[in-house]
Structure formats: structure tokens, C-alpha cells
């Protein structure tokens, strides 16, 4: 194993997207654009300004999807230069005592482990399946207590971006749900908010069918990263040329927060299998990470040379073809694959991790399983039907891997993937989202 230097990410957020999303990037060409506008579905071109308080931010920091939204909005609103706009960031763990902090740091717990299978994973399964966040039983309550202290009586502007506080703050004024997925199950549906932030039209519909009016429903456009968006289209035109090529190609291979077992063994089978096909491969993993700890081990047994690196190094150009990424938060990970993004081809993940990206960005995807959830097999089916997904759905499969894309390079149909992800949507929602919120509850230049 080689140590190869990469670039300095440091802890200021402000200085952490200028110095590492700002650098290096390349102006895309125009912008893309949603589709033309339903009647029925108010889209964020027009917004009127109106004088309102400043806007608080609650996480639930569990896993990466929901909070990924959060820090998406946060992000757009640095690179607009109206993060002022932002009162606060708060967090359900550091607001909530005794019983309920108890009760929130359990329901961590069960993520993490449940999604692995076994007594625990029926557990955590049941739950899901049988949970109804319209409905606060005596759990939920106990979740919610102090949250409903801190927040049920204030009509600060409020983003949450996770269904369960939706019913938790339920009535609440100006209570903002960020609904960032492109498929919304049964959980996801819960009423309450003000306004319900949806990524497309057809999510859009679902919130309507769920209760919501028209007027509530806002319709941005995809949620991608506004690092990656900057660099978007001159990196689908380089993939394009290189999937036309005999160029090596280069995967990258990511997990959910949550690293579930089935999953892991699945990725670091699919890695091995296209190093073995002379593909490169680029692990993003959490540092000491199950998905870390296994590739290391794969790569030492098969001989195979690799490198490290994380936000300490700076990346050089020659680099062997194996490359395991470590990151110790979100934002460091959203930071290293907006770097690396460019000289992808594909991606291996669950289906309910940056879908967005096959279907906004042109990045076919390959996707692991059993599918955990509710959002992963929605997910799957929708990929799978737009022709820009495809399932990896045994041991011999993940075995065969490399040569398995290979062969769909040589008959173009990886090629076909990639384009018919690109130009569908728009991916500019975290952009279009700050500056709604700007316009809706700032009314003024920040600083008068």
C-alpha cells in the first residue's frame, strides 16, 4: 500500500467549499433545464420577496440520505454568498435529554446494525414496515418531546428534511420538508408541512394524492451536489468520448452509511472483478469503516497495489489503479467525489444512494443488494425503467463484473446508459432552493 498526498480540506465551512469545491473546476456549458412547468405545480422561477425571520436547519444525522439535503442547501447558500440567511444548524441529538436522547441514539443504533441482517435486522425492519409518521404513537412522542419544545411554538422559517419530524412538528408555521429523493414511499408521505420541497413532478403528484394542495407543493429540480452541477456537463462530454474509446474505464464504488454486510462483500467482489479487467477503481469508504477495512484486506490478499488517501494529501497525477478514498464526515466525502468526479464512467452502490446521479448526471449505476428500505427498491425499479441502472444481483455476477461492463461497452450499451441520463431534468435544485429561500424570507440585502 502506497500513502499518496491529496489536498488540504479544512474545518471552516466557508474556506472548506471555496478552497475544495471551488478549486480546479471547470465552467459547464449551459445550464440545464427542468421540463416545461405543470400549471398545477408552483416551480421556483418567481418567487416574491417577503420580509420573514431567518432559517434554522434540523438535522436528524442518521445515515447520509436526509442530512445530504440539508448540507446541500447549506452549500448552495455559501457559494451564493447568503449563508447569514441561516441562523442556525441544530441537531436532534444535541437538542434532545434523558428519555429522548436515549430513544434517538437507539434509533441510530438500530440503523446502523439492523440493516445487516439477523434478530436485529427484523427488528429494525418491522419498525420500518409498520411505522406511520402521520400517526405519533408513544415512541414517537418520546422522540419528539424536546424537539417540540425547541421548535413547536416558534414560526422561524424551519428546514427538516427527514419524514419522521415532519409529523413530529406537524401544524407548525413555515415548516419546510426537503423531500430530495426521486421516489416517495408510504413513510415519506406525512402531512404537516407548510411547503414540501419535491425534486420532479411526477413526486410532486404523490404529495398531492398524500393531502398536500397545489399552492404547498414546490417542484426544483434535481438535488446534486453544487460542486458537482459547476462541472456537470464537461464531464458527461469527456465520459462520452472515453466510453467511445479503449480507454481504461473507471469505476467508483460507494456504500450507505449504514455499510450493511450483504452490501459490502458485493462491492469489494464488483471492485476485484474490474481490477481484474483492467478497469481503475476509486473505494469511497469511511475511515475505519467496515467497507475500508474489507477493501484493504481484499487488495493485501490478492496482491493487489493501492493507495490511500484522504482530506490530509494532496492528489498526484500518476496513481496506481486502485484507489481506496477515506472521509470522516459528509461534507469531507461530498468534497473528495466532487474532486474525483470527472474521471468517472460508473458508479457500484445501493440504489438508494445518489440515484440522482444516474439519472441527472449521465453515471450509469450498478446496483447492489438486497435492497433495505423502502426507498431502495422504488428507487431500483425507477432506474432500472429510464435505462439508466442495472441490478448486480448475485455472488457470480459481482464475480464476473469487469468483464460483464466491458461487454456492454463494446456493444455501446453503456454508453446509451450514460446519455439517457443527461438533459432529462434539471440538477441545479440545491441552487434554485437557496435562492427561493432567499427571496421568500430574506426581503432584504444581507446586512441591512
Sequence with gaps: MTKQSHFAVTHTDARLYDEVWGRRTVTPSAPLTPPAPAPMFHYMQDPQPVAQPRIDLLYTNIGRGHPFYLDGI????????????????????????????????????????????????????????????????????????????????????????????????A??????????????????????????????????????????????????????????????????????????????????FFSSGAEPSPHIDTLVDTALSALRNNHRVIVFARQGGKLARAAMHAMHLSRREFAV????????????AAVIVEFDSRREENALSARLFPSLDYFVGPSHERSNWAVGLGLPLFMVEPCIGPFAPLNRDLLVGLGVGLVVGSESAADQFGSYVLGLRETGHLRQMAERGWGG????????IAEWLYLEFGGHEIGE
Design 171 to 252: 401544524g407548525r408555521p413555515n415548516l419546510i420538508y426537503q423531500h430530495g429523493e426521486l421516489v416517495a414511499p408510504g413513510e415519506s408521505l406525512v402531512r404537516g408541512a407548510s411547503k414540501v420541497l419535491a425534486p420532479t413532478e411526477d413526486v410532486a403528484l404523490r404529495f398531492l394524492a398524500a393531502g398536500y394542495d397545489r399552492s404547498s407543493v414546490v417542484v426544483t429540480g434535481l438535488c446534486v451536489e453544487p460542486a458537482i452541477v459547476r462541472q456537470a456537463s464537461d464531464s458527461f462530454a469527456a465520459r462520452t468520448e472515453r466510453l467511445a474509446s479503449d480507454r481504461p474505464l473507471t469505476g467508483a
Design 309 to 320: 488517501i484522504d482530506r490530509t494529501n494532496i492528489l498526484h497525477q500518476e496513481l496506481p
Design 74 to 169: 447549506a452549500e448552495a447558500l455559501i457559494r451564493r454568498g447568503r449563508i447569514a440567511l441561516v441562523r442556525q444548524e441544530r441537531d436532534v441529538f444535541d437538542i434532545s435529554r434523558g428519555l429522548s436522547r436515549t430513544a434517538w441514539r437507539t434509533a441510530r443504533w438500530l440503523y446502523r446494525k439492523g440493516s445487516s441482517g439477523g434478530l436485529i435486522g427484523v427488528i429494525y425492519d418491522r419498525l420500518r414496515r409498520n411505522g406511520d409518521y402521520n400517526k405519533q404513537g408513544l415512541l414517537s412522542s418520546i422522540l419528539a418531546r424536546d424537539i417540540r419544545r425547541t421548535f413547536a411554538d416558534s414560526d422561524q422559517p424551519l428546514i427538516i428534511a427527514h419524514p419522521s419530524l415532519v409529523g413530529m412538528l
Design 425 to 432: 431534468y434539471g440538477i441545479d435544485g440545491f441552487d434554485k
